[in-house]
Protein backbone atom coordinates (compact mmCIF):
# COMPACT_ATOMS: atom_id res chain seq x y z
CA UNK A 1 0.00 0.00 0.00
CA UNK A 2 2.71 2.65 0.90
CA UNK A 3 4.80 2.04 -2.60
CA UNK A 4 1.42 2.24 -4.11
CA UNK A 5 0.28 5.74 -2.31
CA UNK A 6 4.70 6.78 -2.96
CA UNK A 7 3.68 6.17 -6.80
CA UNK A 8 0.70 8.33 -6.58
CA UNK A 9 1.55 11.04 -4.92
CA UNK A 10 4.91 11.60 -7.65
CA UNK A 11 4.83 15.18 -9.52
CA UNK A 12 5.39 12.85 -12.50
CA UNK A 13 1.81 10.72 -11.86
CA UNK A 14 0.11 14.10 -11.21
CA UNK A 15 1.69 15.31 -14.65
CA UNK A 16 0.51 12.29 -16.83
CA UNK A 17 -3.20 12.26 -15.21
CA UNK A 18 -3.35 16.33 -16.45
CA UNK A 19 -2.27 15.30 -20.01
CA UNK A 20 -4.79 12.77 -20.10
CA UNK A 21 -7.88 15.02 -18.79
CA UNK A 22 -6.63 17.21 -21.32
CA UNK A 23 -6.66 15.39 -24.30
CA UNK A 24 -9.83 13.97 -23.40
CA UNK A 25 -11.49 17.62 -22.95
CA UNK A 26 -9.80 18.01 -26.73
CA UNK A 27 -11.60 14.89 -27.97
CA UNK A 28 -14.92 16.61 -26.97
CA UNK A 29 -14.60 18.95 -29.51
CA UNK A 30 -16.72 19.18 -32.95
CA UNK A 31 -15.31 19.96 -36.17
CA UNK A 32 -17.60 22.60 -36.11
CA UNK A 33 -17.22 25.83 -33.58
CA UNK A 34 -20.59 27.97 -33.22
CA UNK A 35 -18.04 30.72 -31.98
CA UNK A 36 -16.36 30.70 -35.45
CA UNK A 37 -19.92 30.66 -37.38
CA UNK A 38 -19.84 34.31 -38.44
CA UNK A 39 -24.06 33.64 -39.02
CA UNK A 40 -26.37 36.46 -37.44
CA UNK A 41 -29.99 36.36 -37.16
CA UNK A 42 -31.47 39.76 -36.27
CA UNK A 43 -34.82 39.51 -37.74
CA UNK A 44 -35.82 36.12 -36.70
CA UNK A 45 -37.58 34.58 -34.65
CA UNK A 46 -37.14 30.90 -32.72
CA UNK A 47 -38.61 28.82 -30.23
CA UNK A 48 -36.33 26.39 -27.95
CA UNK A 49 -38.15 24.59 -26.00
CA UNK A 50 -36.64 23.08 -22.59
CA UNK A 51 -34.75 26.29 -22.29
CA UNK A 52 -34.18 27.43 -19.03
CA UNK A 53 -31.47 24.78 -18.16
CA UNK A 54 -28.67 22.41 -19.77
CA UNK A 55 -28.40 22.02 -23.63
CA UNK A 56 -31.64 24.34 -24.47
CA UNK A 57 -30.34 27.23 -22.10
CA UNK A 58 -26.58 27.39 -24.22
CA UNK A 59 -29.06 27.20 -27.23
CA UNK A 60 -31.41 30.08 -26.65
CA UNK A 61 -28.11 32.10 -25.16
CA UNK A 62 -26.20 31.59 -28.58
CA UNK A 63 -29.18 32.76 -31.14
CA UNK A 64 -30.04 35.42 -28.46
CA UNK A 65 -26.16 36.65 -28.84
CA UNK A 66 -26.92 36.49 -32.69
CA UNK A 67 -29.69 39.27 -32.33
CA UNK A 68 -32.88 36.42 -33.13
CA UNK A 69 -36.07 37.23 -31.15
CA UNK A 70 -35.80 34.14 -28.77
CA UNK A 71 -39.28 32.26 -26.87
CA UNK A 72 -37.89 29.92 -24.17
CA UNK A 73 -40.60 27.22 -24.16
CA UNK A 74 -40.60 26.29 -20.73
CA UNK A 75 -42.52 24.43 -17.99
CA UNK A 76 -41.55 26.53 -14.66
CA UNK A 77 -41.95 29.85 -14.13
CA UNK A 78 -39.34 30.43 -12.04
CA UNK A 79 -36.88 28.66 -13.22
CA UNK A 80 -37.80 30.16 -16.89
CA UNK A 81 -37.64 33.92 -15.56
CA UNK A 82 -34.36 33.42 -14.20
CA UNK A 83 -32.98 31.85 -17.50
CA UNK A 84 -34.79 34.81 -19.36
CA UNK A 85 -33.57 37.33 -17.49
CA UNK A 86 -29.90 35.76 -17.44
CA UNK A 87 -29.95 35.84 -21.21
CA UNK A 88 -30.78 39.28 -21.58
CA UNK A 89 -28.19 40.34 -19.61
CA UNK A 90 -25.54 37.93 -21.03
CA UNK A 91 -26.56 38.78 -24.61
CA UNK A 92 -27.53 42.29 -24.36
CA UNK A 93 -30.89 40.72 -26.14
CA UNK A 94 -33.92 42.22 -24.78
CA UNK A 95 -36.20 40.10 -27.50
CA UNK A 96 -35.85 37.14 -25.10
CA UNK A 97 -39.65 36.43 -23.72
CA UNK A 98 -40.74 33.04 -21.39
CA UNK A 99 -43.89 31.30 -22.82
CA UNK A 100 -45.14 28.61 -20.70
CA UNK A 101 -45.37 24.98 -22.22
CA UNK A 102 -45.65 21.72 -20.56
CA UNK A 103 -45.38 19.02 -23.04
CA UNK A 104 -46.85 16.48 -21.29
CA UNK A 105 -49.88 18.35 -21.68
CA UNK A 106 -51.38 18.45 -24.79
CA UNK A 107 -53.97 21.37 -23.30
CA UNK A 108 -50.95 23.45 -22.62
CA UNK A 109 -49.29 22.51 -26.15
CA UNK A 110 -52.63 23.63 -27.90
CA UNK A 111 -52.57 27.15 -25.48
CA UNK A 112 -49.13 27.93 -26.19
CA UNK A 113 -49.26 27.98 -29.94
CA UNK A 114 -52.64 29.68 -30.07
CA UNK A 115 -50.52 32.69 -27.97
CA UNK A 116 -47.92 32.47 -30.43
CA UNK A 117 -50.21 32.73 -33.42
CA UNK A 118 -51.92 35.66 -31.82
CA UNK A 119 -48.37 37.41 -30.90
CA UNK A 120 -45.92 36.41 -34.00
CA UNK A 121 -46.08 37.07 -37.39
CA UNK A 122 -43.24 34.37 -38.41
CA UNK A 123 -41.38 31.63 -36.76
CA UNK A 124 -38.32 30.40 -38.90
CA UNK A 125 -36.83 28.21 -35.62
CA UNK A 126 -38.08 25.65 -34.02
CA UNK A 127 -36.12 23.64 -31.63
CA UNK A 128 -37.52 20.66 -29.67
CA UNK A 129 -35.52 20.28 -27.48
CA UNK A 130 -36.49 19.39 -24.06
CA UNK A 131 -36.86 15.75 -23.06
CA UNK A 132 -37.09 14.08 -19.80
CA UNK A 133 -35.49 10.37 -18.40
CA UNK A 134 -35.87 7.96 -15.43
CA UNK A 135 -39.48 8.69 -14.86
CA UNK A 136 -41.30 5.83 -12.86
CA UNK A 137 -44.55 4.17 -15.13
CA UNK A 138 -47.31 7.21 -15.11
CA UNK A 139 -49.85 8.96 -16.99
CA UNK A 140 -51.01 11.99 -18.52
CA UNK A 141 -54.23 13.48 -18.31
CA UNK A 142 -54.74 12.72 -21.55
CA UNK A 143 -53.94 8.46 -21.15
CA UNK A 144 -50.38 8.89 -22.08
CA UNK A 145 -47.07 7.21 -20.84
CA UNK A 146 -45.61 10.75 -19.31
CA UNK A 147 -42.07 10.09 -20.86
CA UNK A 148 -43.85 9.76 -24.66
CA UNK A 149 -45.89 12.52 -24.26
CA UNK A 150 -42.96 14.70 -23.18
CA UNK A 151 -40.38 13.43 -25.42
CA UNK A 152 -42.64 12.76 -28.44
CA UNK A 153 -46.13 13.53 -29.15
CA UNK A 154 -45.94 16.68 -27.25
CA UNK A 155 -43.32 17.90 -29.67
CA UNK A 156 -45.05 16.39 -32.75
CA UNK A 157 -48.14 18.14 -31.33
CA UNK A 158 -46.38 21.31 -31.17
CA UNK A 159 -44.79 20.79 -34.49
CA UNK A 160 -47.56 19.98 -36.31
CA UNK A 161 -49.48 23.18 -35.10
CA UNK A 162 -46.49 25.39 -35.74
CA UNK A 163 -46.33 24.25 -39.67
CA UNK A 164 -48.29 26.91 -41.68
CA UNK A 165 -46.70 29.45 -39.73
CA UNK A 166 -42.94 27.94 -40.49
CA UNK A 167 -43.89 27.35 -44.27
CA UNK A 168 -44.96 31.47 -44.35
CA UNK A 169 -41.75 32.40 -42.60
CA UNK A 170 -39.85 30.47 -44.89
CA UNK A 171 -36.68 29.83 -45.43
CA UNK A 172 -37.32 28.53 -41.87
CA UNK A 173 -35.97 25.17 -39.68
CA UNK A 174 -36.65 22.81 -37.43
CA UNK A 175 -34.34 20.60 -35.11
CA UNK A 176 -35.04 17.90 -32.83
CA UNK A 177 -32.94 16.93 -30.52
CA UNK A 178 -32.51 12.62 -30.39
CA UNK A 179 -30.23 10.49 -29.17
CA UNK A 180 -27.66 7.91 -30.24
CA UNK A 181 -29.66 5.66 -28.11
CA UNK A 182 -32.35 5.39 -30.48
CA UNK A 183 -30.35 2.46 -31.75
CA UNK A 184 -31.65 0.68 -28.43
CA UNK A 185 -35.11 1.33 -28.92
CA UNK A 186 -38.08 -0.62 -30.23
CA UNK A 187 -41.30 0.25 -32.09
CA UNK A 188 -44.60 -0.39 -30.43
CA UNK A 189 -47.66 1.85 -30.61
CA UNK A 190 -48.72 0.57 -27.55
CA UNK A 191 -45.82 2.36 -25.95
CA UNK A 192 -47.61 6.09 -26.33
CA UNK A 193 -50.61 4.63 -23.92
CA UNK A 194 -47.95 2.81 -21.38
CA UNK A 195 -49.42 -0.54 -22.26
CA UNK A 196 -46.20 -2.70 -22.20
CA UNK A 197 -46.16 -5.15 -19.71
CA UNK A 198 -42.23 -4.34 -18.32
CA UNK A 199 -41.69 -0.25 -17.80
CA UNK A 200 -37.77 0.23 -17.38
CA UNK A 201 -37.63 4.23 -17.56
CA UNK A 202 -34.11 3.80 -19.63
CA UNK A 203 -35.94 2.15 -22.54
CA UNK A 204 -39.02 4.39 -22.43
CA UNK A 205 -36.60 6.90 -23.12
CA UNK A 206 -34.68 4.87 -25.99
CA UNK A 207 -37.97 4.07 -27.18
CA UNK A 208 -38.74 7.71 -27.65
CA UNK A 209 -35.65 8.94 -29.27
CA UNK A 210 -36.80 6.28 -32.04
CA UNK A 211 -39.93 7.75 -32.40
CA UNK A 212 -38.07 11.28 -32.87
CA UNK A 213 -36.41 10.34 -36.01
CA UNK A 214 -39.20 7.96 -37.20
CA UNK A 215 -41.19 11.38 -37.13
CA UNK A 216 -38.51 13.61 -38.47
CA UNK A 217 -37.80 11.69 -41.56
CA UNK A 218 -41.19 11.81 -42.38
CA UNK A 219 -42.16 14.94 -41.96
CA UNK A 220 -39.30 16.36 -44.22
CA UNK A 221 -41.03 14.39 -46.83
CA UNK A 222 -44.08 16.05 -46.41
CA UNK A 223 -42.38 19.49 -46.15
CA UNK A 224 -40.97 19.16 -49.05
CA UNK A 225 -40.79 22.11 -51.13
CA UNK A 226 -42.36 24.38 -48.66
CA UNK A 227 -38.74 26.06 -47.84
CA UNK A 228 -38.75 24.42 -44.11
CA UNK A 229 -36.70 21.62 -43.36
CA UNK A 230 -36.03 18.96 -40.25
CA UNK A 231 -33.59 17.45 -38.91
CA UNK A 232 -32.80 15.16 -36.06
CA UNK A 233 -29.28 15.10 -33.86
CA UNK A 234 -27.91 13.57 -30.79
CA UNK A 235 -25.83 15.98 -28.96
CA UNK A 236 -23.27 13.85 -27.09
CA UNK A 237 -23.66 12.48 -23.38
CA UNK A 238 -23.77 15.69 -21.58
CA UNK A 239 -24.15 16.33 -17.76
CA UNK A 240 -27.08 18.50 -17.42
CA UNK A 241 -29.93 17.20 -15.07
CA UNK A 242 -32.33 15.07 -17.77
CA UNK A 243 -30.85 12.19 -14.95
CA UNK A 244 -32.99 14.28 -12.05
CA UNK A 245 -35.35 11.61 -11.75
CA UNK A 246 -32.85 8.96 -11.18
CA UNK A 247 -31.39 7.36 -7.88
CA UNK A 248 -28.55 9.85 -5.89
CA UNK A 249 -26.23 7.37 -6.64
CA UNK A 250 -26.13 7.29 -10.19
CA UNK A 251 -25.97 10.85 -10.10
CA UNK A 252 -22.83 11.24 -8.21
CA UNK A 253 -21.14 8.91 -10.20
CA UNK A 254 -22.15 10.13 -13.55
CA UNK A 255 -21.28 13.27 -13.07
CA UNK A 256 -17.83 12.18 -11.56
CA UNK A 257 -17.35 10.74 -14.88
CA UNK A 258 -18.85 13.64 -16.67
CA UNK A 259 -15.79 15.44 -15.62
CA UNK A 260 -13.18 13.34 -17.63
CA UNK A 261 -15.77 12.38 -20.20
CA UNK A 262 -18.76 13.76 -21.02
CA UNK A 263 -19.44 17.44 -22.51
CA UNK A 264 -20.63 20.11 -20.97
CA UNK A 265 -24.18 21.79 -21.61
CA UNK A 266 -21.97 24.60 -24.02
CA UNK A 267 -20.42 21.62 -25.89
CA UNK A 268 -23.50 19.58 -25.88
CA UNK A 269 -25.80 22.21 -27.81
CA UNK A 270 -23.32 22.35 -30.77
CA UNK A 271 -24.59 19.95 -33.11
CA UNK A 272 -27.88 20.87 -32.54
CA UNK A 273 -26.90 24.88 -33.29
CA UNK A 274 -25.10 23.48 -36.18
CA UNK A 275 -28.74 22.62 -37.29
CA UNK A 276 -30.26 25.64 -36.34
CA UNK A 277 -28.54 28.02 -38.60
CA UNK A 278 -25.45 26.56 -39.78
CA UNK A 279 -24.43 27.39 -43.59
CA UNK A 280 -23.30 23.96 -43.89
CA UNK A 281 -26.81 22.45 -43.36
CA UNK A 282 -28.89 25.12 -45.96
CA UNK A 283 -31.81 22.84 -47.39
CA UNK A 284 -30.79 20.02 -46.02
CA UNK A 285 -33.60 17.71 -44.36
CA UNK A 286 -34.39 14.65 -43.13
CA UNK A 287 -30.81 13.94 -42.15
CA UNK A 288 -29.33 12.19 -38.36
CA UNK A 289 -26.23 14.74 -37.66
CA UNK A 290 -23.88 13.20 -34.57
CA UNK A 291 -22.10 15.14 -31.80
CA UNK A 292 -19.36 15.91 -34.36
CA UNK A 293 -21.57 17.47 -36.22
CA UNK A 294 -21.25 14.66 -39.08
CA UNK A 295 -24.14 13.73 -41.39
CA UNK A 296 -24.46 10.04 -39.91
CA UNK A 297 -27.24 7.16 -40.98
CA UNK A 298 -29.29 6.36 -38.00
CA UNK A 299 -30.50 2.15 -37.04
CA UNK A 300 -32.21 0.57 -39.99
CA UNK A 301 -35.44 1.01 -37.65
CA UNK A 302 -34.92 4.57 -37.60
CA UNK A 303 -34.51 4.78 -41.27
CA UNK A 304 -37.72 2.32 -42.16
CA UNK A 305 -40.13 4.45 -44.10
CA UNK A 306 -43.05 3.12 -44.07
CA UNK A 307 -42.86 2.36 -40.13
CA UNK A 308 -42.12 6.51 -39.95
CA UNK A 309 -45.16 7.15 -42.15
CA UNK A 310 -47.43 4.67 -40.31
CA UNK A 311 -45.62 6.38 -36.86
CA UNK A 312 -46.74 10.02 -37.89
CA UNK A 313 -50.32 8.40 -38.55
CA UNK A 314 -51.18 7.25 -35.04
CA UNK A 315 -49.58 10.62 -33.74
CA UNK A 316 -51.93 12.62 -35.70
CA UNK A 317 -54.84 10.61 -34.59
CA UNK A 318 -54.03 10.21 -31.01
CA UNK A 319 -53.63 14.07 -30.81
CA UNK A 320 -56.00 15.22 -32.90
CA UNK A 321 -58.93 15.81 -30.34
CA UNK A 322 -56.98 16.88 -27.45
Same mark, same amino acid.
Given at each position: ? @? ?65 ? #? ?17 ? #???? @? ?34 ? $? ?13 ? @? ?40 ? @? ?30 ? $? ?30 ? #? ?70 ? $??
Amino acid at each position: M @GAWWTLLGHPLWAACTLVLVLVVRAQKRTRWDPRACPVKLHGKTAIVTGANTGIGYCVALDLARRGA #RVILACRCPIKGTAARDQI #RSLS @GNPQVDLRILNLSSMASVRDFVQKIKEEEKELHLLV $NNAGVSGLPKQFTAD @GFDTTFATNHLGPFLLTHLLLNLLKASSPSRIVIVSSSNHSK @GKVDFRHFTGEQLVHRSDLVYNHTKLHNILWS $NELSVRLQGSGVTVNCLHPGIVVTDVLRHYPL #RLRVIFNLLGFFFFKTPEEGAVSTLYCAFSEEMDGVSGKYINSDCNLVLPSATARDAQTGKEGYEVCLRLTS $NL
